[in-house]
């Protein structure tokens, strides 16, 4: 996305503009000022749906959750996830490690590990969440202004296919 200067913004009138219109527009421009869509997806062309490709990999740093995901099918299979999720490093995800452009792709990552952790097994984890998935998504969370984001380990399979799989041209 471009960032534009305000004098190419759209001028809503407030008077004349249905509410919807009003917010529809709101969120396209502060979408482009932003330079990004971590605040939520919204546009009249693609509605709910992001409007440019979210990230398809993160930097090396977070190879681990990449990794992790990716060969996700193997490690359910053998009952080995949580085992595997509780060895590796906390990762940090501030600003310095993680740039806005790269927000949605962790949000999606940890989404995904969150929930297969919680649900690899009949019986729930006895402590929640290991730190290696809840400190990093509370930083992504929070420290980023993600607070539209589900708290880890309940969201959706449709956000977590939605921002794992949302490719260019889809």
């Given at each position: 996305?471009?960032?534009?200067?305000?004098?190419?913004?759209?001028?809503?009138?407030?008077?004349?503009?249905?509410?919807?219109?009003?917010?529809?527009?709101l969120a396209s421009d502060t979408n482009t000022i932003?330079?990004?869509?971590?605040?939520?997806?919204?546009?009249?062309?693609?509605?709910?749906?992001?409007?440019?490709?979210?990230?398809q990999r993160l930097p090396a740093y977070f190879d681990?959750?990449?990794?992790?995901?990716?060969?996700?099918?193997?490690?359910?299979?053998?009952?080995?996830?949580?085992?595997?999720?509780?060895?590796?490093?906390?990762?940090?995800?501030?600003?310095?490690?993680?740039?806005?452009?790269?927000?949605?792709?962790?949000?999606?990552?940890?989404?995904?590990?969150?929930?297969?952790?919680?649900?690899?097994?009949?019986?729930?984890?006895?402590?929640?969440?290991?730190?290696?998935?809840?400190?990093?998504?509370?930083?992504?969370?929070?420290?980023?202004?993600?607070?539209?984001?589900?708290?880890?380990?309940?969201?959706?399979?449709?956000?977590?296919?939605?921002?794992?799989?949302?490719?260019d041209g889809c």
């Amino acid at each position: 996305m471009h960032n534009k200067d305000q004098t190419e913004l759209r001028s809503t009138d407030p008077n004349t503009a249905t509410p919807s219109r009003i917010v529809l527009d709101l969120a396209s421009d502060t979408n482009t000022i932003l330079g990004h869509e971590n605040l939520g997806f919204l546009s009249s062309n693609r509605g709910f749906v992001p409007l440019n490709p979210t990230t398809q990999r993160l930097p090396a740093y977070f190879d681990v959750w990449e990794n992790l995901v990716a060969e996700l099918p193997n490690h359910y299979s053998s009952l080995r996830l949580r085992n595997l999720i509780e060895q590796f490093p906390i990762l940090e995800a501030d600003a310095k490690h993680l740039a806005d452009s790269h927000l949605i792709r962790a949000c999606s990552l940890l989404s995904i590990l969150s929930h297969a952790y919680y649900y690899v097994r009949s019986e729930p984890p006895e402590n929640g969440l290991p730190a290696q998935l809840q400190a990093p998504w509370e930083t992504v969370r929070h420290g980023t202004k993600c607070e539209w984001l589900p708290l880890p380990g309940r969201s959706s399979l449709k956000f977590q296919r939605l921002l794992y799989f949302v490719c260019d041209g889809c």
